[in-house]
């Protein structure tokens, strides 16, 4: 991109316009409608993204607390720990990634999928996570996500933020929060 505003623009750009929708709450269908899920997920499509969707996992019949299943590590459910945290890794690396709609569990160091503790597994670690840009849509919808702010945002003066819990995030019917 040019490096200022009387730079010429010319060529061609590629432009990231993925992002990821990922269920990581209580409820399954149920919290999801609670929330209105589906409408945001709507909302972004309608806006031009390419929105890909991905849900938490809980399946305790075939895997134990921190069982190695061919080099998986997995917690009480199917889904593997740090998954989240992969797909980020990887769109960011492959220069697609735009943003991320999340709604789930959190706290200063990272994100959690489930809500029972100590059932909660580990879906984004803030100190390890790699994105090499800052994402200009940032909805994270759990407790203590300021913290993801500084470092999976942009910053920019356009940037998309919604969610960002500074304590203890309470949902509301149809995507309405308390904050406190």
């Known amino acids: 991109m040019p490096k200022s505003a009387d730079d010429t623009v010319c060529g061609i750009y590629e432009v990231p316009n993925t992002v990821i929708a990922y269920w990581g709450g209580w409820g399954g269908a149920f919290g999801r409608f609670y929330v209105g899920w589906g409408a945001r997920l709507r909302a972004l499509r309608g806006h031009g993204y390419y929105v890909e969707e991905y849900r938490f996992r809980y399946n305790t019949t075939w895997a134990s607390a921190n069982e190695d299943i061919n080099g998986v590590m997995y ?21 697609t990634l735009q943003g991320l709609y999340y709604w789930g569990h959190g706290w200063e160091k ?7 503790w100590p059932h909660q597994q580990l879906a984004v670690q803030y100190e390890t996570v790699t994105v090499p840009y800052g994402l200009g849509l940032l909805w ?19 940037m998309s933020l919604e969610g960002s819990a500074s304590g203890e995030l309470i ?7 308390i904050d406190f």
């Open 75 to 95: 917690g009480l459910g199917g889904t593997a720990k740090q998954d989240l945290q992969d797909k980020l890794t990887a769109a960011g690396q492959s220069k």
């Open 110 to 116: 990272g994100l959690y999928n489930q809500d029972k």
């Open 140 to 158: 994270i919808y759990a407790c203590e996500s300021s913290y993801a702010q500084p470092i999976l945002g942009s910053d920019a003066p356009g």
């Open 171 to 177: 949902p509301l019917p149809f995507g309405a929060y």
